[in-house]
């Protein structure tokens, strides 16, 4: 009964494919710590590449990635300013004050949305000696808590200005980015561009097992790979897992336009604003949360509370069009 459950809680919970298994065993490894794994090396150059950025970093998690970023650019004391539902803020267990001693401030957002006024209004760039000076702001895109928002780029564009202006860097958590450039269009290069650092996940819609990769300057990702090592984050025969990301990215990208069309399929069965999917996330309203996700399981169908009257269905690789219909026909007939 088990397998047969529609599982769409994330999209983490993706399994290797077959090929992605094959690929994994006939990795060629080496010692990743002495820069001798040749599979990892290649995909830190591929996502590095593909970014528009000089080096790349495989770090184990999105929250490792993400927080070597801001360790980079902010100095223990300064301030990051995010969105307040900013994964980097919501969802990293407080790891930037804890490991680097980052203040953060949050702006409000509809969705995720980023609104240029609204960084320009919070940050504060020169604080002087009684205030806390704001070092670097954080980008997601797309934005999980948002439900799978895109960034538009002219905002992007108008915070990457004003913070070049006050000598603010940028960082963007691009765990999803893959998922805004099919949808969107619009190269990977240009979605990571005038950013200082930005992380991407491997293990999210590309269906990998383990891994997201940092990119910034050389320099930055030099030191990068010191503080990995003190997180704990140095890894051996990486070149097994490094495997299942060069797969993925060789595979992977561009059908996640079937997630999206499957996230709008179910949108569509909880009468969700269709301009509010603009990927593979949906956020749908409940007036018991609890209930709803215990009803949708006793059909065979995952899903996740988050938050006192919402639920999150995301579709991944493991979900096919069959299954977002069978999990649609589910979902209409459960009360909210």
């Known amino acids: ?39 990892t090396t290649a995909l830190e150059h591929e996502v590095a590449a593909l970014l528009g950025h000089e080096a790349g970093l495989f770090t184990p998690t999105g929250s490792m990635a993400n927080q070597l970023g801001l360790r980079l650019l902010v100095a223990p004391g300064a301030e990051l300013v995010a969105d307040q539902q900013a994964h980097v803020v919501r969802a990293e267990l407080g790891a930037a004050a804890v490991f680097s001693g980052i203040t953060t401030r949050t702006w409000p957002s509809d969705r995720g949305r980023l ?14 000696a ?52 099919v949808a969107s269009g619009t190269p990977l290069h240009e979605l990571a561009d005038g950013f200082d650092t930005v992380s991407v996940c491997l293990s999210k819609g590309l269906g990998a097992p383990v891994g997201s990769v940092l990119v910034g300057s050389a320099e930055r990702i030099a030191t990068a790979r010191i503080w990995r090592k003190r997180y704990g984050g140095g890894m051996r025969q990486t070149g097994f897992l490094a495997a299942a990301g060069r797969y993925a ?88």
């Open 1 to 39: 009964m088990t397998d047969a459950l529609i599982d769409l809680r994330s999209d983490t919970v993706t399994r290797p494919t077959a090929a992605m298994r094959a690929a994994m065993v006939d990795a060629e490894v080496g010692d990743d710590v002495f820069g001798e794994d040749p599979e």
């Open 115 to 128: 609104v240029a006024d609204a960084v320009r209004e919070l940050a504060e760039p020169n604080a002087g």
């Open 130 to 181: 009684y205030s806390v000076s704001t070092a670097a702001i954080a980008i997601e895109n797309t934005h999980n808590f948002g439900g799978g928002t895109i960034q538009p780029q002219d905002e992007v564009r108008a915070v990457q200005a004003y913070a070049r202006a006050h000598d603010v860097a940028v960082h963007l958590d691009g765990a999803r980015l893959w998922n805004a450039h």
């Open 249 to 336: 990215l060789a595979h992977h990208v561009d059908r996640l336009a079937e997630d999206h069309a499957n996230a709008r399929l179910l949108a569509e069965a909880l009468d969700v604003d269709p301009s509010h999917v603009d990927t593979n996330i949906v956020f749908a309203e409940v007036a018991d949360p609890a209930a709803f996700v215990e009803a949708a399981a006793a059909g065979g169908v995952r899903l996740m509370q988050l938050g006192p009257r919402r639920v999150r269905l995301v579709t991944h690789l493991d979900v096919s069009q069959e299954d977002a219909v069978r999990a649609a026909e589910v979902l209409r007939t459960l009360p909210r």
